[in-house]
């Protein structure tokens, strides 16, 4: 924060800055990260999109889906449900936003008040560009560690960001782009490459770090998910589509 400025000229001017949260069914993880949210601003823009569960999927739990809706609602926030697939749940909550700068928020972030802070003063900059945040994974392996380092080491050199990293966007970006790929799997990587074609902007990496859950890195092995990861962005890269990898990694859409 500089000389001069307070949290309430903070919490006026974010709304240049809109949040969009993705959730499938962690309810309690996003209960979580809407207290942060709360603490820091109530003026934000906020969209909440839901995966629909399906009528093969389990059933959310209600009385956490409740309380998330109602934090929600206190915020000034919207709430949607849209079919499951994180490229168009995004995609649908840019859509709604009405903000110049739009920021991509995993429902398992957190300590995202630094992050929060800068993207407040660059939303109210001159500045046209997008990026990502480092990110720290939360867990007790040791293995975290590095990977967390290696996938802000990679994205700080090549532009390639992931989800984790809590990225964002100036909106004019995204519409040269034709908006947010509305795709099932590998979106984070898409809008990355899309992005990283256009000229005259910035592409912002500050050594600013908010935490994602390790949970999955935990429960399935960290080198055998690191290995998956690189096998579908292999995958990907050599034009397997995107819904074919969704079918492979979830299984067959609802």
């Given amino acids: 924060m500089v000389r001069g400025e307070t949290d309430r000229d903070l919490a006026r001017d974010s709304t240049a800055l809109g949040i969009v949260i993705p959730?499938?069914?962690?309810f309690n993880q996003l209960s979580a990260l809407l207290l942060e949210i709360d603490s820091l601003s109530r003026s934000i823009p906020l969209v909440v999109v839901e995966a629909s569960p399906g009528p093969t999927k389990a059933s959310p739990n209600q009385a956490q889906r409740d309380r998330a809706r109602a934090q929600v609602a206190a915020l000034g926030g919207q709430w949607f449900v849209y079919p499951a697939s994180r490229g168009g749940q995004i995609a649908q909550g840019?859509?709604?936003?009405?903000t110049p700068w739009c920021w991509v928020v995993h429902a398992d972030t957190r300590y995202i008040e630094a992050s929060w802070h800068y993207l407040t003063r660059l939303s109210q900059s001159r500045a046209l560009g997008w990026g990502r945040f480092d990110v720290s994974l939360s867990g007790s392996h040791?293995?975290?560690p590095i990977v967390a380092y290696l996938m802000n080491w990679r994205s700080r050199r090549t532009r390639m960001c992931t989800g984790d990293q809590a990225m964002f966007f100036h909106r004019s970006l995204l519409d040269r782009i034709g908006g947010f790929p509305p795709q099932p799997l590998m979106e984070d990587i898409e809008v990355s490459r899309r992005l990283q074609r256009l000229r005259d902007h910035q592409f912002f990496a500050p050594a600013i770090a908010i935490t994602?859950?390790?949970a999955?890195?935990?429960?399935?092995?960290w080198l055998k998910t690191v290995l998956s990861m690189w096998w579908y962005r292999a995958c990907y890269y050599f034009g397997v589509s995107?819904?074919?990898l969704y079918?492979?990694?979830y299984g067959p859409r609802p």
């Fill in 23 to 26: 959730v499938a069914h962690q």
């Fill in 94 to 98: 840019i859509a709604v936003l009405n």
């Fill in 142 to 144: 040791w293995g975290l």
């Fill in 212 to 214: 994602a859950s390790g």
């Fill in 216 to 221: 999955r890195w935990e429960r399935q092995g």
């Fill in 242 to 244: 995107a819904e074919d």
């Fill in 247 to 249: 079918q492979r990694y």
